[in-house]
């Protein structure tokens, strides 16, 4: 016996410290861990973007949309064919906008030119003004930098840029394609996930406790992506009536645009903002008439954005303004104009994801209001 005790104790590890991660870990070395991981995880993501951003996509329109393909269960009808009718119908709309709305922008973005040198007309006070203060700058740039002699000139070879721009168009129609079968995937095939997942967990408690924080989760996520989703047409159609009304050109255009872009907190608005204030300003002759749309968005924006959506979403599911921003940098320097659209969105998921997990909880709590 004792030598059967000695010969189990010497296969026994030696050195039970190399285990990467333990209770005795030193936490600046768990941090470290951890940055690492999450240095390679945000280099994945940024590298492989053209795939994950429709997988991303996909995810956000499946939470969107999975309550009216279960809707359509109750009535009896086959999940995959709710979920291509539904698919049918948000596609149709998609069609019908891109149809109406592709003319008076196409129009617009070809009198871009003409539009940039009638503003250039009506503002030149306050373009000369801007010129001074340019030419003043490189003057002193010019001094403090001293006498340079000129460097050799660099030829830049490429495929020009109506090769750059085919090479997007293809990238964005692959996008797009990859994005609508995987969500007609996801929503065809729903509940198989949850299935699986609820298969591989060992114990029947751990299985509850699972289905009930995805159930809690997509429900979150649908609810205030709806939410959201309806608070953005309405103030778009709104926009669009007042424009109508106001006699503003294109106005379907312009409210469109406004729908679209309040996806994008603070930074949209100012862009619908200064674009209604640049078209006004060429379509009336008055400054008092060209500034009446420009404020008239501005009160509806206003009154939506700090009475209308705060009073719908309630506190429970409002993000900090703080972290909004910093989402909206981070995301859209991630994933460019796309990545700026769901920030919002995706921050809302983390904030739901946490709130969910009880140990995370205190997280969750940072991110709101």
Sequence with gaps: ??????????IRPAHPRYVLVGPETPLIWRLALASVILITLLTAIYVARTVVLPIVLALLFSF???????????????????????????VGLAGTALVVLAEPASQWVSRAPEVASELRLRLHGVMEVFRRLSESTRLVE????GPSAAGPTVDIQGGGLRGFLLGRTWEFVAG????????????????????????????????????????????EVSHYLFTVGVINTVLGVVVGLVMHVLEMPNPLLWGAM??????VPYLGPMVT???LTAVSVLSFDTLTAALMRPAAFLVLTTLEGQLLTPLIL????MLNPVVIFVSLIFWGWLWGIVGALIAVPLTMIIKILLDAIPSLRAAGALLSR
Aim: proline residues 5%.
């Design 1 to 10: 016996m004792p030598q059967q005790e000695n010969a189990t104790q010497d």
């Design 176 to 219: 797009l394609l990859m994005m609508l079968f995987l969500l007609y995937f996801l929503l065809a095939t729903g509940h198989m996930f949850l299935r699986r997942l609820v298969t591989v967990i060992p114990r029947f408690g751990d299985k509850r406790r699972a289905v009930v924080m995805v159930r809690h989760m997509e429900r």
């Design 314 to 317: 309630g506190a429970r599911l």
């Design 273 to 275: 903002l200064v674009v």
């Design 258 to 263: 406004a729908g679209l872009l309040n996806f």
């Design 64 to 90: 969107l949309l999975s309550p009216i393909v279960r809707f359509l269960e109750g009535f009896h009808i086959p999940t995959p064919l709710g979920a291509a009718l539904v698919m049918a119908t948000l």
């Design 142 to 145: 010019r001094i403090a930098s």
